[in-house]
C-alpha cells in the first residue's frame, strides 16, 4: 500500500525548533519530488516546500524562507522539515504530499499523509 | 507568484442538484507546449487530507464519481458537481502546480447542504 505517515509534531515555544518526519512506502521514493503542505486551524491549504530527487533543487514558499529547510534521505525513504525560529502563524497541521507522476513536481499531489500538529505557543 | 481566487466562499445546494465553484489565477496556467492547463481540484472533509479529485483541470483522477467534472483554461476553471450527494459535503480545493513553485491553492469553498 502506498502511504505517507508525518511525524515529530508537537507544542514549542514561538523562536523554537522543530523537525518533522515523513516516511513513505509502497513506491520508490527516490523517484519522486516531495513536498510539505500545511494547513492552520480551520484556515485553508497553503503549499510550503518541496525538493527534488536528489535534493539539487528546493524551493520554499516565502514566509518560511530561510526559517525551515526541507530535505530527504533516500536510504531511509523520509522527508524532513527542519523549522527554526517559528512563530504562532507556524501553527498548522503539516502534511507530506507526493506528486502523481515520477521525475516531475509539476503535477497535482495523489498521495497525502496524515499530517502532524504543529502548535507554537508559550 | 500565482494568485488562485476562489468563488463562492461557501455554497448550500439542494440534494441531487447541481453545485458549480469557480477558480480563477492570477496569470495562464496553461503551458502551450503541450496544451496542458497545470490546475488541479481536490475535495477535503473534516480531519481528513486533501483528496485528488481532478488534474489537468478537466481529467478525473481515478476512482472519483463522474458527476465530478472539470473545465475550463488559462486563467479560468470550474469544477462542476452534477447531482449532489450528501457525501459531497466538504471543503474544495483548486491548485496551479505550472512552473517554478510556490504552487498555490485557492481559499476553499464550503459546500454544504441547502
Known amino acids: 500500500e502506498v502511504q505517507l505517515v508525518e511525524s515529530g509534531g508537537g507544542l514549542v515555544q514561538p523562536g523554537g525548533s522543530l523537525r518533522l518526519s515523513c516516511a513513505a512506502s509502497?513506491?520508490?521514493?527516490?523517484?519522486?519530488?516531495m513536498s510539505w503542505v500545511r494547513q492552520a486551524p480551520g484556515k485553508g491549504l497553503e503549499w510550503v516546500a518541496n525538493i527534488k530527487q536528489d535534493e539539487s533543487e528546493k524551493y520554499y514558499v516565502d514566509s518560511v524562507k530561510g526559517r525551515f529547510t526541507i530535505s530527504r534521505d533516500n536510504a531511509k525513504n523520509s522527508l524532513y522539515l527542519q523549522m527554526n525560529s517559528l512563530r504562532a502563524e507556524d501553527t498548522a497541521v503539516y502534511y507530506c504530499?507526493?506528486?502523481?507522476?515520477?521525475?516531475?513536481?509539476?503535477?497535482?499531489?495523489?498521495?497525502w499523509g496524515q499530517g502532524t500538529m504543529v502548535t507554537v505557543s508559550s | 507568484d500565482i494568485v488562485m481566487t476562489q468563488s463562492p466562499d461557501s455554497l448550500a445546494v439542494s440534494l441531487g442538484e447541481r453545485a458549480t465553484i469557480n477558480c480563477k489565477s492570477s496569470q495562464s496556467v496553461l503551458y502551450s507546449s503541450n496544451n496542458k492547463n497545470y490546475l488541479a481540484w481536490y475535495q477535503q472533509k473534516p480531519g481528513q487530507p486533501p483528496n485528488l479529485l481532478i488534474y489537468?483541470?478537466?481529467t478525473r483522477e481515478s476512482g472519483v464519481p463522474d458527476r465530478f467534472s472539470g473545465s475550463g483554461s488559462g486563467t479560468d476553471f470550474t469544477l462542476t458537481i452534477s447531482s449532489l450527494q450528501a457525501e459531497d459535503v466538504a471543503v474544495y480545493y483548486c491548485q496551479q502546480y505550472y512552473g517554478t513553485p510556490p504552487h498555490t491553492f485557492g481559499q476553499g469553498t464550503k459546500l454544504e447542504i441547502k
Open positions: 504530499a507526493r506528486p502523481s507522476t515520477i521525475g516531475s513536481s509539476n503535477r497535482a499531489s495523489d498521495i
Open positions: 489537468w483541470a478537466s
Open positions: 509502497g513506491f520508490t521514493f527516490s523517484s519522486y519530488w
